[in-house]
Every structure is written in structure tokens, then in C-alpha cells.
């Protein structure tokens, strides 16, 4: 009933950015805190960075300086502008957000993931 839709992935070179959205669709009626997450081969999922409702974001310190969080309530995505890409920023990119239904509870969301490839 719920869908979480990444795009912009893909290959930069080091040094470079990318942008990436997760849009989310379905039976929605308010969307409370939204993050990104990240796996690199072999590693667990870690927190990227994430944002409240009301726009409070807090970020891993390997990304901090670097990475941007914002989003677009009235759009009901989520953005991530990645900057000063580096190598071990590789990893499968997931959307992740709290949903509510107008007659259902709070669910926990998943986006099905999105790639994100630094190198030369």
C-alpha cells in the first residue's frame, strides 16, 4: 500500500556528487522522520543521515560536511546531495521512513535500495 522509490544512483569519480530522491506513494497520511541508510559489501546497514518532520537532521560523522539531507513534504520525498564523494562512500543506498495511514499506525518503510559506485 506503501511504496518507497529511490533514484539517482550510479558511478562518480572521487571528488565528485550525486543526488539522490526517494519519493513515497500509497496510501498516505502523514510521514513523520525520513532517512537514509547504507551497506557496503560485507558491512551492516549503517545510518547516513535523517530528518525530522519538522526539518531537524542529524548525520553520520563520515559524511558530515559532506552530505545534505532535505525534503519536500508537499512532494513526500526525501533528498540526499552527496558532495566530495569518496571511495568508501560506495555502498547500496535505502530510503527509510516513518508512515502513518489515516486509520492505521505508524509503519516502518523500506525503499527497495539504489547503488551508489565511487571510483576511477
Known amino acids: 500500500q506503501v511504496q518507497l522509490v529511490e533514484s539517482g544512483g550510479g558511478l562518480v569519480q572521487p571528488g565528485g556528487s550525486l543526488r539522490l530522491s526517494c519519493a513515497a506513494s500509497g496510501s498516505i497520511f502523514s510521514i513523520n522522520a525520513m532517512a537514509w541508510y547504507r551497506q557496503a559489501p560485507g558491512k551492516q546497514r549503517e545510518l547516513v543521515a535523517a530528518?525530522?518532520?519538522?526539518?531537524?537532521?542529524n548525520y553520520a560523522d563520515s559524511v558530515k560536511g559532506r552530505f545534505t539531507i532535505s525534503r519536500d513534504n508537499a512532494k513526500n520525498t526525501v533528498y540526499l546531495q552527496m558532495n566530495s564523494l569518496k571511495p568508501e562512500d560506495t555502498a547500496v543506498y535505502y530510503c527509510n521512513a516513518d508512515i502513518s495511514g489515516r486509520y492505521t499506525y505508524t509503519v516502518n518503510y523500506w525503499g527497495q535500495g539504489t547503488q551508489v559506485t565511487v571510483s576511477s
Open positions: 530528518i525530522s518532520s519538522g526539518g531537524s537532521t
